[in-house]
């Protein structure tokens, strides 16, 4: 007990960074009886779970390109509850939380590491991802656990920790493919690691071991791979190269990149000392302005981000066609430029302290993998996300909250300026309101992007079930992505139907619906669906921000043949 409450004591941030990554979100789920429905494209994997745990079949539904069943065999037979599975995936957050502050604490203490977990759970819509059955949280849980075994069995020239390590990172590759960076950076970091101090037994069979180990899991994985594509409806990735894979490849990094700086950049700015900043600082920023600019001018404001969290439309905002607004278009506007700003400064943290060894090898290979996995999935005609780019965001503030390499540049700067010429305190203060500013940004979209989430998810969700009520056939509701893909009879058959102003019924069937929830007005309608008989049936209040505000969205009756 008494080492459980040291361990407790010497960790305040992690306690504060679970709460705001896990334990509010779960609350606030609960009480708006959003953590018993499902959301975004987690009610693929929540109907392959609720499957296998009442009937111990896997029977995939067309829309699961993860490999996910490491997410939903654990769950065994509490698989069959969606509270079940998405308070799983709270408790992965815990553990992906507290495995990268167990990994940067040695390297970063107590307070860095603190603040770093704390930004990785204000990643915008990492509240929504801790409390959804979608595989991101779990495959970076499994990811984060192996790199920091692997690391542990580095430092203590451990191989069975190393074999630990490999297995907890096959369990992760179980759920997302992505998650194979993080076995391969163990696997490398250990194949290259040199002791002066081992035995020359040892030095001799760690190749051995390494790629034994590595090569046996592969083979397991291949052969799991291999039976998971032959399963009926199962829906492999596109590898192909899209047109223009180049410059579609650098458009998508730039996007990713400045959501990446946006959420990174409070934290490096808190402990940077941009006065001491020299011509390397200087032309980073004018870099990536640059860059910047391009990217906006290209993208434009409302698509300037990656999707589906942090976007003007809100989370998700494609789930109810034609696509909503809940942030102003002069509010991204100024978004875009914030995060223009925030990504030059990260970019000059990092171009300083370019030269300070990270000393986290697991760490730095993990994120390099994953860099180039990334790039990969940008030139392919797969859609990209945002969330993708939480795995980098642990090595990036790693890197700039390094303490040694402040100490170092501070005893350079008195070396070669006068302390008449750089104040302290005036530029300390600035840094740390610029910081405060970033940190009330993201701050901000983050708890509106998930409660606007929450509100319009539980709303159009009991907007279905009245539907229903009524005596509307649940399968011939749409309610959203997430209730048609529930309810419908089967998988999807058509993984590129899509009709503005309709729904996405037809991705699952060519019978249509007859009760749609849609933001479109009845004038829009009209104009999206000439000539039909559609009639108003209800319009449906909900507050913006789950507790204040007001909007509302309009369900329809469609009358079509066999209707009620």
Sequence with gaps: MRRAARWTADRPLLGLAVLIGVLLPVTVAALSGNLAIPHNDGW??????????????VELV???????????VPLGPLARSIVAQQLFIAVCSLVFLTSVHELLLPRLGAARAGVAT??????????????????????????????????????????????????????????????IAAPAAVALAFLLATRRSAPRRVVRTRPVLVLGVAVGLTAVFALYLVWFSHLPNSDPAEFGLRRHALVETASQAARGYFELALVGAPAALLFARPWQWRWRGATAIVVVVGVGLWSLHRNGAGRFFLPNYLSSGGAYADAVPPGRVVF????????AVVSIVAGALLAACWAERARTPLRLPVLTS??????????????????????????????????????????????????VRSPRLTPRRLPRALTTLTAACLTVVV?????????????????RWR???????????????????????????????????????WGFEAKFSDTPACVVATDAT?????????????TVREQVPYATWLVAGQRQFVVYETHETGCP
Excluded at 328 to 335: L, R
Excluded at 372 to 388: C, D, E, N
Excluded at 443 to 459: C, P, Q, R
Aim: proline share 5%; net charge positive.
């Design 44 to 57: 693929a994997y929540s109907r392959i779970a609720e499957t296998f745990g009442r009937t111990g079949r």
């Design 62 to 72: 067309g829309w699961n390109r993860s490999t996910l069943l490491g997410q939903v």
């Design 118 to 179: 704390i930004v990785v759970a204000l990643w915008p819509g990492y509240a929504l991802l801790s409390t959804s059955f979608m595989g991101d949280i779990p495959a970076l849980a499994l990811a984060g656990v192996t790199v920091l075994v692997g690391t542990r069995a580095l430092e203590r020239d451990s191989p069975w920790l190393f074999v630990v390590a490999m297995l907890i990172g096959l369990w992760g590759c179980t759920v997302r493919l992505q998650a």
């Design 328 to 335: 102003a278009p002069e509010v991204w506007q100024v978004v």
């Design 366 to 415: 993990y994120t390099v993998f994953a860099v180039v996995g990334t790039l990969l999935v940008f030139a392919t005609p797969q859609q990209s996300y945002g969330r993708y780019l939480i795995a980098v965001l642990p090595f990036v503030l790693a890197g700039c909250l390094l303490p040694g390499a402040r100490r170092r540049a501070e005893a350079g700067d008195r070396a």
């Design 443 to 459: 701050g901000t979209l983050s708890v509106g992007i998930t409660l606007n989430a929450f509100s319009y998810d539980i709303a």
């Design 463 to 501: 907007a279905g079930e009245r539907a229903v009520a009524a005596g509307f056939p649940a399968s011939r509701v749409d309610a959203g992505f997430e209730w048609v893909g529930m309810h419908a009879a089967g998988g999807v058959v058509n993984r590129d139907a899509f009709e503005p102003g």
């Design 522 to 534: 009845p004038r829009q309608m009209q104009r999206y669906r000439p000539g039909n008989r559609w």
